[in-house]
């Protein structure tokens, strides 16, 4: 069975920095792609970062430049690094991947911007 936790979120003030974790297991994680969405309350999930088998990484624009998704495959995990936090960037994070044609989330780590 798919498993995905994430760690990491917390309170941070405006132009701090969290790192976000997610550990994966069940799937065979070096071949999956991997995302981090976010919901903040009243909207919808939105992607904020991709990253493909290969490395390959793509990102919402409104985080471009202030984060960095990456992933370690010897330890079947993947990273959203977030730099220059905002407060729009308060939400619950999400940890997500494709696997046999099924959508696998993690439980959704927080993340609050604030003074």
């Known amino acids: 069975q798919v498993q995905l936790v994430e760690n990491g979120g917390g309170l941070v003030q405006p132009g701090g920095s969290l790192r976000l974790s997610c550990a994966a297991s069940g799937t065979p994680f070096s071949i999956n792609a991997m995302g981090w969405y976010r919901q903040a309350p009243g909207k919808q999930r939105e992607l904020v970062a991709h990253?493909?088998?290969?490395?390959?990484?793509n990102y919402a624009d409104s985080v471009k430049g202030r984060f960095t998704i990456s992933r370690d495959n010897s330890k079947n995990t993947v990273y959203l690094q977030m730099n220059n936090l905002k407060p729009e960037d308060t939400a619950v994070y999400y940890c997500?991947?494709?696997?046999?044609?099924?959508?696998?989330w993690g439980q959704g780590t927080q993340v609050t911007v604030s003074s």
């Open positions: 997500h991947t494709l696997y046999n044609y099924q959508n696998y």
């Open positions: 990253i493909t088998s290969d490395g390959n990484t």
